[in-house]
């Protein structure tokens, strides 16, 4: 009983804690592990990744999509939780948490801790909620009957929603991925196991199969759900089709109801972000299924999670904007109202939790299992969305044999098949989209329009896959030079600047919405350009072929100033971009000059470090004739002052104090915010304090870019304070440039500093009322300084090191901000212009940069995009 009472959640933690967890830790000993979930209020930005078209107006097709959204959300996981972080690592030294692990997919970390951890964890601000790890389940078939002998030809079922009709004109899933979340399956079942994608050579099993209880990387089954869920969705073997897009390749997660051991929200949790991409590369979208069926559930009526559970959603939409549709089973709990599962009871868009009803044979009558709607979350929401066949479902089973079972789970795999088939008639299809057609297109069964037992009704593929290919149309064709194939030719349209490059026959296919006419440039460095304009009548695809004129150089040349002094800038890299040409340097009297291939307009950039780069857009080059461009850049901050402390203090403090004394500053959120560190001279880094600091990851990215920093020498000087880096974070690699050691955790409180005698600080002394007084103790070695003490017990609190002397550094266990004065940045100033500074930095580096048309003369432009490859003369 006392235990129990230990465990109570706090007042505080009201409606943070679930109530599942809730009744959980009233039962649990103090001493024990709880497994948790704990999301966090932050979101990712995922606007980038959405469909539509970016900021320059290029459409983005999937692939750009996948590699915009993984990148955002893994970003944002480094950056939000790094708090989090830093207090479960402390918690877990002193036994208060056992492990832990951070997602990307959603803002959030597993953790197993002691109730009292938890209810700490519960009065974060940050956090939105703490839920129990709670096991998952099936939606189990209601009944399930072996079948000895195969059936000739296709499955009823698939023949309902009009499958075949798709497979006549071509589309069988070929080349496209799919994926389930389930118990498995059997990879040498001979309908299913030669299009595992784990087969395909230079593919590695751990990218196509997942399995967090064993690790194995070959698919198998623990079950037969998964193995059957999988047949209907893409099982095949002559003669006899039972699979939806039976020439799909298939991937698994087998974390749904093992026999061997629960799976839980947090397998589930890894399998949406395993699913999103399981090769670990942002880059690359082959990996990537188009679909993963869902048929799993918790029931509000059995397992006491209650309607419109939030749990999944941000995996959900995560694993969506990574480019994979989610669609779900409704549930098998039957005619009355409001029986749907959750997560499928989600009603926050029309498809984000996509559920799928279940039909009798014949496909016109709902099954009595089926779950009905409207929705737990609002009482109102219709659901489900869509219905198929689930009552009879004859499907693969492990042991290369077959059976027929019954359940909604039986319905959600014939729809996942749907998309797959809506893919292969277009790759670059949005999940949203695809989700939205097979509304539009469905059958409409029951009560006239939508309805809580059909949704729209029975899925119609035939009718879908015309949907999709209506949205279609584009121009196609190929270019060629003096007669002859080019590869790497531009084809763009001049409306929305979408392009499309050209292969090496020449091939090129430059998707554009149909039912328009459009200005068409191609192009080819070294070839006259030529526009056409082409109208695309509605799905149609309009061959366009282009026949380029060699063309004749033309010069560009110019001068470099400095913006302010006027005088000229030697060694600035001035580079034609997306052409072969090499990038040429300015001379000490900032002259530059290159032979340009004429009959064209080009971006042509700018760059050194110590300037702001810049990009003047459309310069023209006419034909043996020499075109001038005078440019001036403007000189770029020195200092940049990076702070992500969820509870800053210190940011403003040190930017106001150089700001007040004429120096331009840089306040950045995310450390890559402008470009490479090499351009600064300082570098001010504020993770903040106990309990609230931010964790830069071992050998993560932020932890190498501040290496490179210090690599560049030029008399650099990095300064970092944090309450737990210290002591928490040794594996770092930016930690050895610092030469700090003997730290101890939290040593004593700190109410003033004093300089060290034989320093710069030496005779300084400071009242502190930082935001956290309880702070560690570190220790200079390799010829660093103690330069700052905490007299309540003698004990360091900062260490200067000028070794070796091309660079400083300056590392502190309290904040700056907690000091109320500037003397100390005076000293640190002082310190750093003895030693020389970095106003001219070591180039081959990546900026931000600004861009000016043609016969612009304002100098000031807005920030906004990456310039590749840019940097200053080599020696």
Same mark, same amino acid.
């Given at each position: 009983?006392?235990?129990?009472?230990?465990?109570?959640?706090?007042?505080?933690?009201?409606?943070?804690? #679930?109530?599942? &967890?809730?009744?959980?830790?009233?039962?649990?000993?103090?001493?024990?592990?709880?497994?948790?979930?704990?999301?966090?209020?932050?979101?990712?930005?995922?606007?980038?990744?959405?469909?539509?078209?970016?900021? *320059?107006?290029?459409?983005?097709?999937?692939?750009?999509?996948?590699?915009?959204?993984?990148?955002?959300?893994?970003?944002?996981?480094?950056?939000?939780?790094?708090?989090?972080?830093?207090?479960?690592?402390?918690?877990?030294?002193?036994?208060?948490?056992?492990?832990?692990?951070?997602? %990307?997919?959603?803002?959030? &970390?597993?953790?197993?801790?002691?109730?009292?951890?938890?209810?700490?964890?519960?009065?974060?601000?940050?956090?939105?909620?703490?839920?129990?790890?709670?096991?998952?389940?099936?939606?189990?078939?209601?009944?399930?009957?072996?079948?000895?002998?195969?059936?000739?030809?296709?499955?009823?079922?698939?023949?309902?929603? $009009?499958?075949?009709?798709? %497979?006549?004109?071509?589309?069988?899933?070929?080349?496209?991925?799919?994926?389930?979340?389930?118990?498995?399956?059997?990879?040498?079942?001979?309908?299913?196991?030669?299009?595992?994608?784990?087969?395909?050579?230079?593919?590695?099993?751990?990218?196509?199969?997942?399995?967090?209880?064993? =690790?194995?990387?070959?698919?198998?089954?623990?079950?037969?759900?998964?193995?059957?869920?999988?047949?209907?969705?893409?099982?095949?073997?002559?003669?006899?089709?039972?699979?939806?897009?039976?020439?799909?390749?298939?991937?698994?997660?087998?974390?749904?109801?093992? @026999?061997?051991?629960?799976?839980?929200?947090?397998?589930?949790? &890894?399998?949406?972000?395993?699913?999103?991409?399981?090769?670990?590369?942002?880059?690359?979208?082959?990996?990537?299924?188009?679909?993963?069926?869902?048929?799993?559930? !918790?029931?509000?009526?059995?397992?006491?999670?209650?309607?419109?559970?939030?749990?999944?959603?941000?995996?959900?939409?995560?694993?969506?904007?990574?480019?994979?549709?989610?669609?779900?089973?409704?549930?098998?709990?039957?005619?009355?109202?409001?029986?749907? *599962?959750?997560?499928?009871?989600?009603?926050?868009?029309?498809?984000?939790?996509?559920?799928?009803?279940? &039909?009798?044979?014949?496909?016109?009558?709902?099954?009595?299992?089926?779950?009905?709607?409207?929705?737990?979350?609002?009482? #109102?929401?219709?659901?489900?969305?869509?219905?198929?066949?689930?009552?009879?479902?004859?499907?693969?089973?492990?042991?290369?044999?077959?059976?027929?079972?019954?359940?909604?789970?039986?319905?959600?795999?014939?729809?996942?098949?749907?998309?797959?088939?809506?893919?292969?008639?277009?790759?670059?299809?949005?999940?949203?989209?695809?989700?939205?057609?097979?509304?539009?297109?469905?059958?409409?069964?029951?009560?006239?329009?939508?309805?809580?037992?059909?949704? %729209?009704?029975?899925?119609?593929?035939?009718?879908?896959?015309?949907?999709?290919?209506?949205?279609?149309?584009?121009?196609?064709?190929?270019?060629?030079?003096?007669?002859?194939?080019?590869?790497?030719? *531009?084809?763009?349209?001049?409306?929305?600047?979408?392009?499309?490059?050209?292969?090496?026959?020449?091939?090129?296919?430059?998707?554009?919405?149909?039912?328009?006419?459009?200005?068409?440039?191609?192009?080819?460095?070294?070839?006259?350009?030529?526009?056409?304009?082409?109208?695309?009548?509605?799905?149609?695809?309009?061959?366009?072929?282009?026949?380029?004129?060699?063309?004749?150089?033309?010069?560009?040349?110019?001068?470099?100033?400095?913006?302010?002094?006027?005088?000229?800038?030697?060694?600035?890299?001035? #580079?034609?971009?997306?052409?072969?040409?090499?990038?040429?340097?300015?001379?000490?009297?900032?002259?530059?000059?290159?032979?340009?291939?004429?009959?064209?307009?080009?971006?042509?950039?700018?760059?050194?470090?110590?300037?702001?780069?810049?990009?003047?857009?459309?310069?023209?080059?006419?034909?043996?004739?020499?075109?001038?461009?005078?440019?001036?850049?403007?000189?770029?901050?020195?200092?940049?002052?990076?702070?992500?402390?969820?509870?800053? @203090?210190?940011?403003?403090?040190?930017?106001?104090?150089?700001?007040?004394?004429?120096?331009?500053?840089?306040?950045?959120?995310?450390?890559?915010?402008?470009? +490479?560190?090499?351009? !600064?001279?300082?570098?001010?880094?504020?993770?903040?304090?106990?309990?609230?600091?931010?964790?830069?990851?071992?050998?993560?990215?932020?932890?190498?870019?501040?290496?490179?920093?210090?690599?560049?020498?030029?008399? *650099?000087?990095?300064?970092?304070?944090?309450?737990?880096? %210290?002591?928490?974070?040794?594996?770092?690699?930016?930690?050895?440039?610092? $030469?700090?050691?003997?730290?101890? +955790?939290?040593?004593?409180?700190?109410?003033?500093?004093?300089?060290?005698?034989?320093?710069? #600080?030496?005779?300084?002394?400071?009242?502190?009322?930082?935001?956290?007084?309880?702070?560690?103790?570190?220790?200079?070695?390799?010829?660093?300084?103690?330069?700052?003490?905490?007299? =309540?017990?003698?004990?360091?609190?900062?260490?200067?090191?000028?070794?070796?002397?091309?660079?400083?550094?300056?590392?502190?266990?309290?904040?700056?901000?907690?000091?109320?004065?500037?003397?100390?940045?005076?000293?640190?100033?002082?310190?750093?212009?003895?030693?020389?500074?970095?106003?001219?930095?070591?180039?081959?580096?990546?900026?931000?940069?600004?861009?000016?048309?043609?016969?612009?003369?304002?100098?000031?432009?807005?920030?906004?995009?990456?310039?590749?490859?840019?940097?200053?003369?080599?020696?």
């Amino acid at each position: 009983m006392a235990g129990a009472l230990l465990a109570a959640p706090s007042q505080s933690s009201a409606g943070v804690i #679930t109530p599942e &967890l809730d009744r959980f830790l009233y039962g649990a000993e103090a001493e024990e592990y709880v497994p948790i979930i704990v999301h966090l209020r932050d979101k990712a930005d995922l606007a980038a990744a959405s469909p539509g078209r970016s900021k *320059r107006g290029v459409v983005l097709d999937r692939a750009t999509r996948h590699e915009a959204a993984v990148l955002a959300m893994k970003a944002h996981a480094s950056r939000s939780q790094g708090a989090i972080r830093s207090l479960l690592r402390r918690r877990r030294s002193e036994g208060g948490v056992d492990t832990f692990t951070p997602f %990307w997919i959603a803002n959030a &970390l597993y953790v197993e801790a002691l109730p009292e951890v938890i209810n700490e964890l519960a009065m974060r601000p940050a956090v939105a909620s703490i839920s129990y790890d709670t096991p998952i389940e099936l939606v189990e078939p209601v009944s399930e009957q072996p079948t000895k002998n195969a059936a000739a030809g296709a499955e009823s079922g698939l023949k309902d929603i $009009n499958a075949h009709l798709l %497979w006549a004109l071509g589309y069988t899933g070929e080349g496209v991925l799919v994926s389930h979340l389930d118990t498995g399956a059997d990879a040498n079942h001979p309908a299913i196991g030669d299009r595992w994608r784990g087969h395909e050579p230079d593919v590695s099993p751990a990218e196509s199969f997942f399995d967090p209880v064993t =690790n194995w990387t070959f698919p198998r089954d623990s079950g037969s759900h998964g193995t059957h869920t999988m047949g209907t969705i893409c099982g095949m073997t002559p003669g006899d089709t039972i699979g939806v897009a039976f020439d799909a390749t298939w991937i698994s997660a087998a974390v749904i109801d093992r @026999i061997d051991l629960n799976r839980t929200m947090a397998d589930a949790i &890894l399998a949406f972000q395993w699913s999103a991409d399981p090769d670990g590369d942002p880059g690359t979208v082959d990996d990537v299924p188009v679909v993963s069926s869902n048929s799993w559930g !918790f029931s509000p009526l059995y397992h006491g999670v209650p309607h419109c559970d939030d749990a999944f959603w941000d995996s959900m939409d995560g694993a969506e904007a990574a480019g994979v549709a989610i669609v779900f089973a409704a549930g098998n709990e039957g005619s009355g109202s409001k029986t749907l *599962r959750t997560p499928a009871d989600r009603i926050t868009t029309s498809t984000n939790a996509f559920a799928v009803g279940a &039909l009798r044979p014949g496909s016109e009558t709902v099954a009595s299992f089926s779950s009905r709607g409207p929705s737990g979350c609002d009482n #109102t929401t219709i659901k489900p969305e869509v219905s198929a066949r689930g009552e009879s479902v004859r499907s693969s089973i492990p042991g290369n044999g077959y059976a027929t079972m019954s359940g909604t789970s039986m319905a959600c795999p014939h729809v996942a098949g749907g998309v797959a088939l809506l893919y292969d008639i277009n790759p670059d299809l949005d999940p949203a989209r695809a989700k939205e057609i097979l509304m539009e297109t469905a059958v409409d069964l029951g009560s006239t329009g939508e309805d809580n037992t059909y949704g %729209w009704g029975r899925i119609d593929l035939l009718a879908a896959g015309q949907a999709v290919a209506a949205e279609m149309g584009g121009i196609y064709g190929v270019v060629s030079g003096d007669s002859f194939p080019l590869e790497g030719a *531009r084809i763009e349209d001049l409306g929305s600047e979408q392009f499309a490059l050209s292969d090496s026959t020449g091939g090129y296919v430059l998707s554009v919405t149909p039912g328009a006419t459009y200005d068409i440039r191609a192009g080819s460095y070294g070839y006259r350009q030529e526009v056409t304009s082409v109208t695309v009548p509605p799905e149609t695809f309009v061959e366009v072929n282009f026949d380029l004129e060699a063309s004749v150089d033309g010069t560009l040349s110019g001068t470099v100033t400095d913006s302010q002094s006027g005088l000229p800038i030697e060694g600035v890299q001035v #580079t034609v971009l997306d052409t072969p040409l090499a990038p040429v340097y300015s001379n000490p009297l900032g002259a530059y000059d290159l032979n340009v291939a004429g009959g064209a307009a080009y971006d042509v950039s700018f760059s050194k470090l110590a300037w702001e780069p810049l990009v003047v857009e459309d310069v023209a080059i006419v034909e043996g004739q020499n075109t001038s461009l005078d440019v001036s850049l403007d000189p770029f901050p020195t200092i940049l002052v990076w702070e992500p402390d969820p509870t800053p @203090i210190s940011g403003s403090f040190i930017r106001g104090y150089f700001e007040n004394r004429g120096q331009n500053v840089l306040v950045a959120g995310n450390l890559d915010e402008y470009g +490479d560190l090499r351009q !600064f001279a300082k570098v001010f880094v504020c993770l903040g304090m106990s309990p609230n600091a931010y964790q830069i990851d071992p050998s993560g990215p932020e932890d190498l870019a501040l290496v490179d920093f210090l690599e560049a020498g030029g008399g *650099r000087l990095l300064y970092i304070e944090g309450g737990d880096f %210290w002591a928490f974070d040794p594996a770092t690699q930016i930690r050895s440039y610092f $030469n700090i050691a003997g730290v101890s +955790d939290g040593a004593d409180d700190l109410f003033q500093v004093v300089g060290a005698p034989g320093t710069p #600080t030496e005779g300084m002394s400071f009242a502190y009322g930082g935001e956290n007084r309880f702070v560690d103790r570190i220790s200079p070695e390799g010829g660093a300084k103690a330069i700052w003490y905490n007299p =309540n017990g003698s004990w360091v609190v900062g260490v200067l090191n000028t070794s070796p002397s091309d660079h400083l550094t300056i590392g502190q266990s309290f904040e700056m901000g907690g000091l109320g004065s500037t003397t100390m940045l005076a000293r640190i100033s002082h310190q750093l212009s003895s030693r020389g500074g970095a106003d001219s930095c070591p180039g081959g580096a990546s900026h931000r940069f600004a861009r000016r048309r043609a016969g612009c003369t304002s100098h000031k432009a807005k920030r906004g995009e990456v310039l590749p490859g840019c940097g200053d003369a080599p020696p």
